[in-house]
């Protein structure tokens, strides 16, 4: 008999802010290997769940067990480094000031405006990954004059710099082109990562 190994497992997840309730009840458990899709209409609760998963959103009840660690009694701040993340919630978070380069590699530590020095092989494996998808141009761009389109690019780079164990995608090909959304769903970003979210 095989057994299961499991990437995410909640339990009974609840989210309310004030008195809006957001998430309710929520169980669901992902397998290594299964790619996931979660649908709903605007303010559904999608991205307030991956939020919840990556510690960006405190749960007001439930269990989170994620990568083998439970939420509360682990340091999700480690944990987000085994994680690559697309979100606009991250987008928003982004320094002005930060280059292309720096935010891609900053996906490396899961923090958000990069500060201290790149080692050579973060800034190699991070031009990597600009010319993979297609940005290697704008290595020295900084984040404020980046096109929505550029932006998402650089953050799905992000996304992948840490050889993520799992892939969060909340709404990845959000201001692509059409030719670049076509491209990103070519993509076997799956070969990288044990989960798929979007």
């Known amino acids: 008999m095989r057994v299961k190994k499991m990437i995410l497992e909640i339990s009974n997840l609840q989210i ?5 309730k957001i998430l309710d009840g929520i169980s669901w458990s992902v397998e290594r290997g299964q ?15 991956l939020s919840a998963l990556t510690g960006y959103l405190m749960p ?4 989170i067990h994620l990568l083998g660690k439970i939420y509360g009694q682990s340091d999700w701040r480690e944990l987000r480094k085994r994680i690559g993340l697309v979100s606009s919630s ?3 978070m982004m320094s002005d000031k930060e280059p292309a380069l720096e935010t891609v590699a900053s996906g490396k530590y899961a923090m958000i ?17 600009l010319r993979q998808i297609e940005c290697n141009h704008l290595a020295e761009r900084p984040w404020r004059v980046l096109s929505q ?4 690019r650089i953050l799905i780079g992000r996304a992948l710099m840490a050889n ?6 909340d709404e990845p090909c959000a201001g692509l082109d059409p030719a670049a959304r076509e491209h990103f769903l070519q993509r076997k970003y ?5 989960g798929l979210f979007c």
């Open 164 to 169: 993520p164990k799992l892939l969060i995608l």
């Open 190 to 194: 799956k070969d990288n990562a044990r």
């Open 35 to 49: 790619h996931w899709a979660i649908l709903g209409a605007n303010g559904s609760g999608k991205t307030s769940l």
């Open 60 to 63: 007001t009840a439930g269990e």
């Open 149 to 152: 389109g550029e932006r998402q």
């Open 113 to 129: 405006d990069f500060w201290g020095r790149l080692s050579r092989a973060d800034k190699n494996r991070a031009r990597k990954i």
């Open 16 to 20: 309310e802010r004030g008195d809006v």
């Open 90 to 92: 991250v987008r928003q």
